[in-house]
């Protein structure tokens, strides 16, 4: 079975845990979340090209692991409306 491995670039991100066995298709919210709270546009731009819009904000709305401004940010720059 192949996995869709996170570039080794991205380790950074991980440092708690076997970034060896990390597959984006197996454990997309905690690849996600690390990505949106830590990453750089290298980062993003990778994730945007795996990860649907849809998958985000849901997450984005029901994550514990994402902080309030994180949050906040994302859904601004996720949504094509905006809501005040």
């Known amino acids: 079975m192949k996995k869709n491995k996170i ?4 380790k950074k991100y991980y440092w708690d845990c076997d970034f060896e066995e990390l597959d ?12 949106l709270n830590f990453g750089d ?15 985000l904000l849901t997450l984005i709305a029901s ?5 309030k401004k994180t949050k906040n940010f994302w859904n601004c720059m996720l949504n094509e409306k905006y809501s005040y």
């Open 7 to 10: 570039p080794l670039r991205f």
């Open 24 to 35: 984006i298709d197996v454990y997309p919210e905690y690849i996600s979340e690390r990505i």
């Open 41 to 55: 546009m290298d980062s993003l731009k990778w994730l945007f090209s795996y990860i649907n819009k849809d998958f």
């Open 63 to 67: 994550s514990r692991n994402l902080n």
